[in-house]
């Protein structure tokens, strides 16, 4: 049975699985390779020749970076407002009943069922009927609206699979309602609280189709990154591109690094 | 006396803290929710109704418009882009059934096979969110360049002559056609597909595959009987993931595709920031929504699975 057929049955999932990975990875290592390209003309699709150039000068393109860094504030501001009101709606949900607690479900559930394209366009038609300026507010509302769905269903998963016998431990010994909370209740949730934080960053940093409806004449990276397309293509993009991915993989490797050690420190 | 007249005054006294705290308790929920609902009530509900009442004006951008009801916009703005409707749900719909047929051994091998490497291959699988997916999406004109390396692949083992057949290539180039837009599109969703089917594949009790196995199942067998119908809900929520955002979305088209390949996202997008139309707009967007929402209803109705979240 030991034939190549046979092996390749036997691995067939790893074989296909691997092969989805590359196609995921692919782009990625386009992108890398191309941060060291020293291309002709406007564009930065063909390989030319390797240089250093871009890497020594990431900033060197007009508004490049200046972009990235209003994405970068952007990101923060999302996150924070999406985390805090996300996290509040999905205790109220897990913790608590109430009436119209369907209605609320439904009505965070429908952002998230939605072509991204149709919110877009309606917060522009809101914002056109207000007379509101386009520019860093109505993004910040953008983001913050569409990240919070995906605030409350990370941190509602974890609040849902946490032992609430815990928290009556708790006030069995006397810990008041903000103890319980800041020293119970805070601590365990955390893991969801940042998964929703984080995803937060991720989508608002990268989104472009609420922004490119919402943004007037300000410019997110990833603006840029659209523009350039038809104007043309600077090396620096895929040096950004290259060093946001490992960075990326650094934060989330050290993140599950820590994660680990606690779970090892203390079993369940 | 005064022994005889405390008690009766520290009866009311401790009473209320124990009364009061369970009227409060009551109205903790609605404090908490009241922040985040009144903003998704403000800026994505009023927000539909401004585009619902703006999809029912008629004017021009120099003199104003005004709420006309004029409902003959929705079926002049399907009826001149019915094609482009088409395109977008053929090519959303061929995608998401690529997404699952890519993702799900990714999914399975991560969730049952990985070992140790499990956390580097979802570090994997996440980390491309991190890096703009423009960038990613740009990546792909290099990697599908006419008469680069991949094109001259799928030339050679004669993968062209059979797209093109199907009217997804034209000749021996990739870029500017139909098949670059989905492929682009399916490489764009697929962790959208991978998360959630990895997630339902790990809840899996492998005991289950064990005891089909000791039943004498075979491993195609243990598949189809147990793993698969166990996954369902992860194949439910992954597809939608997928074929929403994909029927909507116009960068791929945009960057990856001609004149010949644009989407109803496409439209929207020109009608909106370029054409400045904005009933009609309002108008194409109300209605991909109307069929994305009756599609993924009937979906969920046949799927079957309640619990999407």
């Known amino acids: 049975m030991r034939t190549p057929i046979a092996w390749l049955r036997r691995n067939l999932v790893v074989i296909a699985g691997l092969g989805t990975l590359a196609y995921l990875i692919l782009p990625n290592v386009v992108v890398t390779v191309f941060s060291f390209n020293n291309p002709t003309g406007r564009f930065n699709y063909a390989w030319q020749e390797f240089s250093l150039d871009a890497w020594k000068d990431p900033c060197g393109v007009a508004d490049l970076c200046g972009s990235l860094s209003l994405s970068l504030q952007i990101a923060v501001w999302a996150t924070l407002g999406a985390t805090v009101l996300g996290t509040a709606i999905a205790f109220a949900l897990v913790r608590y009943r109430f009436r119209a607690r369907g209605a609320v479900n439904s009505l965070i559930f429908l952002p998230m069922a939605m072509p991204e394209i149709v919110m877009a366009a309606s917060l522009l038609a809101l914002f056109l009927n207000m007379g509101i300026r386009l520019g860093f507010w109505t993004i910040l509302i953008a983001h913050i609206m569409f990240c919070l769905s995906f605030v409350v269903a990370a941190v509602k998963a974890r609040v849902l699979s946490m032992d609430p016998r815990l928290e009556e431990a708790a006030r069995d010994l006397y810990a008041g309602p903000v103890q319980t909370f800041l020293r119970v209740t805070l601590p365990i949730a955390a893991p969801g609280i940042a998964a929703g934080a984080l995803l937060s960053f991720a989508l608002s940093f990268d989104d472009f189709i609420i922004t490119n409806f919402n943004s007037g004449n300000t410019v997110t990276f990833p603006m840029f990154v659209w523009g350039s397309a038809q104007r043309g293509t600077p090396v620096q993009i895929n040096v950004i591109g290259t060093a946001m991915f490992v960075i990326a993989v650094l934060v989330v490797l050290a993140g599950q690094t820590i994660g680990n050690r606690r779970k090892k420190a203390q079993p369940e | 006396m005064s022994a005889t007249t405390a008690p009766p005054?520290?009866?009311?006294?401790?009473?209320?803290?124990?009364?009061?705290?369970?009227?409060?308790?009551?109205?903790?929920?609605?404090?908490?929710?009241?922040?985040?609902?009144?903003?998704?009530?403000?800026?994505?509900?009023?927000?539909?109704?401004?585009?619902?009442?703006?999809?029912?004006?008629?004017?021009?951008?120099?003199?104003?418009?005004?709420?006309?009801?004029?409902?003959?916009?929705?079926?002049?703005?399907?009826?001149?882009?019915?094609?482009?409707?088409?395109?977008?749900?053929?090519?959303?719909?061929?995608?998401?059934?690529?997404?699952?047929?890519?993702?799900?051994?990714?999914?399975?091998?991560?969730?049952?096979?990985?070992?140790?490497?499990?956390?580097?291959?979802?570090?994997?699988?996440?980390?491309?969110?991190?890096?703009?997916?423009?960038?990613?999406?740009?990546?792909?004109?290099?990697?599908?360049?006419?008469?680069?390396?991949?094109?001259?692949?799928?030339?050679?083992?004669?993968?062209?002559?059979?797209?093109?057949?199907?009217?997804?290539?034209?000749?021996?180039?990739?870029?500017?056609?139909?098949?670059?837009?989905?492929?682009?599109?399916?490489?764009?969703?697929?962790?959208?597909?991978?998360?959630?089917?990895?997630?339902?594949?790990?809840?899996?009790?492998?005991?289950?595959?064990?005891?089909?196995?000791?039943?004498?199942?075979?491993?195609?067998?243990?598949?189809?009987?147990?793993?698969?119908?166990?996954?369902?809900?992860?194949?439910?929520?992954?597809?939608?993931?997928?074929?929403?955002?994909?029927?909507?979305?116009?960068?791929?088209?945009?960057?990856?595709?001609?004149?010949?390949?644009?989407?109803?996202?496409?439209?929207?997008?020109?009608?909106?920031?370029?054409?400045?139309?904005?009933?009609?707009?309002?108008?194409?967007?109300?209605?991909?929504?109307?069929?994305?929402?009756?599609?993924?209803?009937?979906?969920?109705?046949?799927?079957?699975?309640?619990?999407?979240?």
């Not at chain 2, 196995?213 to 009987?225: E, I, N, S």
């Open chain 2, 9 to 309: 005054q520290a009866a009311p006294a401790t009473d209320p803290p124990v009364h009061k705290p369970s009227m409060r308790k009551r109205l903790v929920p609605y404090w908490l929710l009241l922040p985040g609902i009144l903003w998704l009530l403000v800026f994505f509900v009023l927000p539909m109704v401004y585009q619902a009442s703006t999809s029912v004006q008629t004017g021009s951008l120099e003199e104003g418009f005004k709420v006309t009801w004029h409902f003959q916009t929705y079926w002049d703005a399907f009826t001149d882009y019915v094609p482009q409707f088409l395109r977008s749900l053929l090519y959303a719909g061929t995608a998401t059934v690529l997404c699952l047929l890519l993702g799900y051994p990714l999914a399975y091998l991560i969730a049952f096979k990985a070992g140790r490497w499990r956390n580097l291959l979802l570090v994997l699988v996440i980390a491309p969110f991190f890096t703009s997916f423009l960038i990613r999406t740009l990546a792909w004109k290099t990697i599908l360049a006419d008469g680069g390396p991949v094109v001259g692949v799928l030339n050679k083992i004669g993968f062209l002559d059979v797209t093109s057949w199907l009217g997804m290539t034209e000749g021996d180039r990739v870029l500017a056609t139909p098949l670059a837009v989905v492929c682009g599109l399916t490489y764009n969703f697929l962790p959208f597909m991978i998360l959630p089917l990895y997630t339902s594949l790990e809840r899996i009790d492998t005991r289950l595959h064990e005891a089909a196995g000791d039943l004498y199942a075979r491993p195609a067998t243990v598949f189809r009987k147990v793993t698969f119908p166990l996954s369902m809900p992860g194949v439910v929520s992954g597809t939608l993931l997928t074929f929403i955002p994909a029927s909507g979305d116009y960068v791929n088209a945009e960057l990856l595709g001609s004149a010949d390949t644009r989407m109803i996202g496409n439209v929207i997008q020109s009608q909106y920031l370029r054409i400045l139309d904005y009933p009609t707009a309002a108008a194409l967007s109300f209605i991909l929504m109307a069929i994305v929402l009756i599609m993924v209803t009937i979906y969920i109705r046949r799927a079957g699975t309640e619990d999407l979240v």
